[in-house]
């Protein structure tokens, strides 16, 4: 089975400063790979998701996100943060040929400071 | 197009009452699943659908029960509340290009 880890439960960075909230997956074969964000109180929104080719995937809000299959990461990045981007990041994984309906990460919270 | 809905958004419950969490989908999505979310837990599956008549367990189905009549719905059950329970519902239905979540359901039992 398919599972998710992100070793940050919170990060801290300033407003304009650049971002990388971490993700690594354990699957055997070439995952689905998604980053969701949550506002307080909301639910989930898509972000961004790799399937294939590029492994550099472009999202909205101004994320990216990039698949490296040696070191089974999925990293999201932003270059300047903004303070309307405090949230919840959860990344999660799917397996080909299943349910398409992925395992969840613990999610980082993000705080941002003016 | 209101996508996915969920009601109601606050419910109190008592330990043993039982209730429905509704939940529909307007995408004409087969897939569809249930989470529950908990404080630094993430999201975790409690049942999932995969077509009209169709479910599974995820990761914690225990105490919930669910059913799929028809494409557009997707409630679930609390057969006998525990205190356990107490957690944020989300209902999602799936694409192959992601998943779209409801509001959620914040449930309190006491």
């Known amino acids: 089975a398919q599972s998710v880890t992100q070793p940050d439960i919170h990060i801290t960075v300033s407003e304009g400063a650049s971002l990388e909230l971490r993700c690594n997956y354990s699957y055997g074969a070439t995952p689905y790979l998604f980053w969701y964000v949550q506002s307080p109180g909301q639910g989930l929104q898509l972000l961004l998701k790799y399937f294939s080719g590029d492994t550099l995937v472009q999202g909205i809000k101004g994320f990216e996100a990039e698949f490296k299959r040696s070191q089974s990461s999925f990293n999201l990045r932003k270059p300047s943060v903004h303070w309307s981007d405090a949230a919840e990041y959860f990344c999660?994984?799917?397996?080909?040929?299943?349910?398409?309906?992925?395992?969840f990460g613990r999610g980082t919270s993000l705080i941002v400071h003016p | 197009n209101a996508g996915v809905t969920q009601t109601p958004k606050f419910q109190v419950l008592k330990t043993g009452q039982s209730m429905t969490l509704q939940c529909a989908q307007d995408?004409?999505?087969?897939?569809m699943s249930w989470y529950r979310q908990d404080p630094g837990m993430g999201l975790r599956l409690i049942h999932y659908s995969v077509g009209a008549g169709i479910t599974d367990q995820g990761e914690v189905p225990n105490g919930y029960n669910v059913s799929r009549s028809t494409t557009e719905d997707f409630p679930l059950r609390l057969l006998s509340a525990a205190p356990s329970q107490t957690s944020v519902y989300f209902c999602?239905?799936?694409?192959?290009?992601?998943?779209?979540f409801g509001p959620g359901t914040r449930l309190t039992v006491t």
């Open positions: 999602a239905s799936t694409a192959m290009g992601g998943q779209y």
């Open positions: 999660a994984v799917g397996t080909s040929g299943g349910s398409y309906i992925p395992t």
């Open positions: 995408m004409n999505h087969e897939y």
